[in-house]
């Protein structure tokens, strides 16, 4: 028997050993058993993580519920000695190994009961004080099952001034206060999590049996910050990642940047707030309209506390989105375009799915639509409807998601609307609207966002509404398309800042793109931009090398690409593949450059 | 305060912003439309100091102006400082970071006065300056205006600003020749340092040009300065300095390491030498020469400023610039206005380049 044993005063006992918060414990614990068994996973998959990566305070109270044999609660006991345990596990034999471990390892900091919580259980006031206190003992009562007569389990007080609890109302909890809260309690966990609302817990941690919607575990803001660790199969509920953010509101802001919409912004807000989820809530930036859209809003909404108006001068769309992110305090954000409208429950369904995997980007499906002269609307799928056919492979509750290469929705049409993003995300990656350009500000934004995101939950059978409609600014054909060589110039040459090489898909989108302008443009602006995307091209080869090939130009549609790209690299001189030629710059690349070279002459 | 405008040429009175704000929509300035002066001052973090800049203004012995502050993305305490600022001729126009171009470009979008001028948030402009301005606008309606500055380099004794050679030479041309031409008057100009707080210009110039600062792009002041320059109708210059520079030569941004903004000469140099061949102006070898001397002055400097291990790359990208550029631009005459005597040691940077 080894020394360490012999300080446990375990010697005599045949106890396996485990290593437990730094130090070896020895308990009796029926090995072998499943219950065992999965006190150790969790052990080792939660509870070591999740405290190896917390400072807590040196002294506190921790409540256990759903100690077993104690692996956690004796183990935390014993690893943090300031610190006053209670320990509570409801079946009989558990509890017998609990409280014999507890009494063999001499803890002075650790109270055991025999309970589980409850929902209904009567709450029977301060009595657990004096059970803590010393006053009444709990004397080990047979196991009342939890659906027994609502008579039953509440707490019989005995002549000889010993109690028994099978069941403890939750509001004990929020009594309580612990500081430490350990959950193993299926199917108590909702109670559990409403009798906290109120309450200072600064560190939750533990297993949810049930997917339960993730607000019920949000304290209000009177219970001060709270650290939250709670796992559901493969997902987990946690908020730490706001930690460098204090002034966070848990919950999603749907930005709404708004231009002269009377007619469409009353469908876009109410569809966002369908769903009656008060963790969304919309942000209505108004560009300086004039078509009185957002004194509309103001009238419609005032005293909604889910919707804020704000009012700026007209600076573009991609102006209206960074101004709501810069106003809103939500720890996720979504943008979406004031004549859009969204599946009610889209956006629950995102923001469940984007808290419980820590997605830092989810998103919905989308189909476009146009509205008829007799108000009918018709739908039509998006080219995306054949890519997923199956469920997703993961479930989380009522939701279907995959998880989706960022590298895949770069190619595909800009469609940031249909997304929720973390903002510390954004925020760390620095990933913003560019202001300046004037149009097609999403794609810039999609393409970063896809490729620092990762994998992007996908999440099935909820979508956004695009409106289609004449006004829409990709159908006037002017020179705002020349803003994509702005933007792609700027995305190679962060790439080229990240060390990012992998930007094939990039090229691609980048293809696509002058394909769809160039079909798209007024025929006085085609022969600028088959010259703006030669030079491009050309500057693309002698940055990144062959990169491009000629079938690939080929399929653009412009005429001639590839042979006048060859052609302008002869031109250039050959220059050697060098990662400054990307600073090179062209009057075509930027509309405003255009506006100043037809007015020179 | 002088209310009264003097006709200038091309002025065209009914402009208005492409999309004013609503009636009671915040951060509207009191004057309602047209004023004598629109200056824009843009901002990025630059705390305290931008309170004297503001000032300078404020304090203004000419009063007929509003003050376009953008602010591109600060954070507190700047943003504080912002916030509480209730003079009423100031707007605030809030942007995320996108540079100091784009900054200047949304006030221009909002500018209402009748000539527009600049101010770096660290400078501070002479309280006489825009009286000054105001008055030789009024007397010739000249419709852009050139003036001289004060230069700190926070060290020595407060200089004249780098252009003062051009300001004497233009003085001492004037006197052999009798009044300069137009044409001379742009050549001398286009000499000048490119930056933006030397000068006043039409409101109705910059619409007719279409000016625009370059978006994503350090040296924004040369591909304006330039183009402002050919497009003018008339040019004076002012007697008096009007305004400080402190020596405070980048300012950063979000996005990219202060290392790297010496490539953007690159993009706004080629621009600039583009554009500007499409202008008549380019057929006057003097104000071609001038253009030429300014921005391979400046590409020159770039290349020697930059870090060593860009250097080769800049150099590439610099040979390719040479050699996609229009040849007579490196024909520079030696009757080109050359104050610092550079004209041959450039003309030989730029072969060596290109060799």
């Known amino acids: 028997m080894n020394a360490r044993a012999k300080r446990f005063g375990a010697a005599e006992i045949d106890a396996p050993g485990h290593v437990v918060f730094g130090q070896t414990l020895h308990l009796d614990c029926d090995p072998g058993s499943l219950a065992t068994a999965r006190e150790l996973r969790d052990l080792q998959a939660i509870y070591e993580p999740f405290l190896a990566s917390r400072v807590l305070p040196q002294a506190g109270l921790c409540l256990d519920l759903g100690a077993g044999a104690g692996w956690f609660g004796l183990g935390f006991a014993s690893a943090f000695k300031g610190w006053t345990v209670i320990c509570v596990e409801p079946d009989p034999a558990r509890f017998d190994l609990l409280q014999q471990n507890a009494r063999r390892l001499g803890l002075k900091n650790v109270t055991c009961i025999r309970a589980a919580v409850h929902p209904d259980a009567q709450d029977f006031g301060d009595a657990l004080k004096a059970v803590l206190a010393g006053k009444l003992r709990l004397r080990p009562a047979e196991f009342q099952p939890l659906l027994a007569l609502p008579g039953k389990i509440a707490p019989v007080a005995g002549g000889d001034g010993t109690l028994s609890c099978p069941a403890l109302p939750p509001g004990l909890i929020a009594r309580l206060a612990p500081d430490l809260l350990r959950i193993d309690a299926p199917g108590a966990e909702a109670a559990i999590a409403l009798a906290l609302k109120d309450v200072r817990a600064g560190f939750v941690v533990g297993r949810l049996f049930p997917c339960l919607p993730s607000d019920l575990f949000i304290p209000a803001p009177a219970a001060g910050p709270r650290q939250f660790y709670l796992v559901h199969g493969e997902h987990v509920l946690r908020r730490d990642y706001e930690d460098n953010f204090p002034a966070r509101r848990p919950g999603l802001d749907v930005v709404v940047a708004m231009f002269n919409t009377r007619a469409f912004i009353e469908d876009c807000v109410d569809s966002v707030l369908a769903d009656g989820n008060p963790a969304i809530r919309v942000l209505v930036v108004d560009d300086g309209s004039t078509d009185g859209c957002a004194d509309l809003v103001a009238a419609l909404y005032d005293g909604n506390p889910r919707v804020r108006l704000l009012r700026k001068a007209n600076g573009g769309c991609a102006s209206a989105r960074n101004f709501g992110r810069r106003h809103s305090d939500a720890s996720h954000i979504a943008f979406i375009d004031a004549d859009d409208r969204v599946d009610p429950g889209m956006f629950t369904a995102l923001l469940e799915t984007a808290r419980y995997t820590g997605a830092f980007v989810a998103e919905g499906e989308f189909k476009t639509f146009t509205t008829g002269p007799d108000g009918i609307d018709s739908f039509s799928p998006s080219y995306e409807a054949g890519l997923y056919q199956s469920p997703g492979n993961h479930r989380l509750a009522e939701f279907d998601y995959d998880w989706t290469p960022g590298s895949e929705m770069i190619v595909g049409q800009p469609s940031t609307w249909r997304r929720v993003h973390r903002r510390d995300f954004l925020d760390r990656r620095n990933i913003w609207f560019p202001e300046h350009v004037r149009a097609f500000d999403d794609q810039m934004f999609q393409i970063l966002v896809c490729q620092h995101a990762g994998a992007i939950a996908h999440v099935r059978g909820h979508a956004y509404h695009y409106r289609q409609h004449p006004a829409q600014d990709i159908k006037q054909g002017d020179e705002r398309h020349f803003y994509s060589f702005n933007m792609f110039r700027a995305i190679f040459l962060r790439a080229l800042d990240e060390g990012r090489l992998d930007l094939g898909p990039v090229f691609r989108s980048l293809l696509n793109t002058m394909s769809w302008s160039y079909r798209g443009l007024r025929e006085d602006l085609q022969h600028i931009y088959q010259e703006a995307a030669v030079e491009f091209l050309a500057v693309i080869d002698r940055t990144f090398g062959e990169v491009i090939t000629p079938q690939m130009l080929a399929e653009v549609g412009i005429p001639g690409l590839d042979y006048l790209v060859r052609r302008k690299i002869e031109a250039m001189g050959h220059p050697p593949v060098n990662y400054a030629m990307m600073r090179l710059e062209s009057w075509r690349w930027q509309p405003e450059f255009i506006r100043m070279m037809l007015a020179a002459g | ?355």
């Open chain 2, 1 to 355: 305060m002088t209310g009264g405008r003097a006709p200038v040429g091309q002025k065209t009175r009914a402009d208005t912003p492409a999309a004013p704000a609503a009636p009671g929509a915040g951060g509207e300035a009191a004057g309602a439309d047209g004023v004598k002066f629109s200056c824009i001052m843009t901002t990025f973090n630059d705390g305290e100091l931008i309170r004297q800049s503001i000032d300078s203004l404020l304090h203004q012995s000419f009063g007929d102006f509003e003050l376009l502050l953008v602010d591109d993305g600060s954070s507190a305490p700047t943003t504080d400082i912002l916030a509480a600022l209730t003079d009423p001729r100031i707007r605030l126009l809030p942007q995320a970071n996108d540079g100091l171009s784009s900054a200047r470009n949304r006030g221009l979008h909002h500018a209402r006065g009748d000539y527009i001028c600049f101010l770096d948030a660290d400078d501070v402009r002479a309280p006489w300056s825009l009286a000054q301005a105001a008055e030789v606008i009024d007397a010739t309606g000249a419709e852009l205006i050139l003036a001289p500055g004060i230069h700190s380099t926070g060290r020595t004794q407060l200089q004249p600003f780098m252009d003062q050679v051009s300001i004497t030479a233009i003085a001492a041309e004037a006197l052999a020749t009798g009044p300069l031409s137009l044409a001379a008057r742009k050549a001398w100009a286009t000499s000048f340092e490119p930056q933006s707080a030397n000068k006043f210009i039409a409101r109705s110039l910059i619409e007719r040009a279409q000016l625009r600062f370059p978006n994503d792009h350090f040296f924004e002041d040369i591909l304006f300065h330039v183009l402002a320059i050919a497009h003018a109708g008339s040019i004076e210059f002012l007697p008096s300095p009007s305004f400080t520079y402190f020596q405070r030569q980048f300012r950063p941004q979000l996005t990219g390491s202060n290392g790297q903004i010496r490539f953007d000469i690159l993009g706004t140099a080629g621009v600039t030498f583009k554009i500007f061949e499409r202008h008549r102006d380019f057929l006057n070898p003097r104000q071609r020469g001038a253009v030429s001397i300014g921005a391979l002055r400046l590409l020159r400097w770039c290349e020697t400023e930059i870090p060593t291990y860009h250097r080769y790359g800049y150099r590439m990208a610099l040979r390719t610039l040479l050699h996609d550029l229009n040849p007579l631009y490196l024909v520079i005459e030696d009757s080109t206005p050359d104050p610092r005597q550079e004209r041959e040691s450039l003309i030989r940077y730029a072969q060596e380049v290109m060799a």
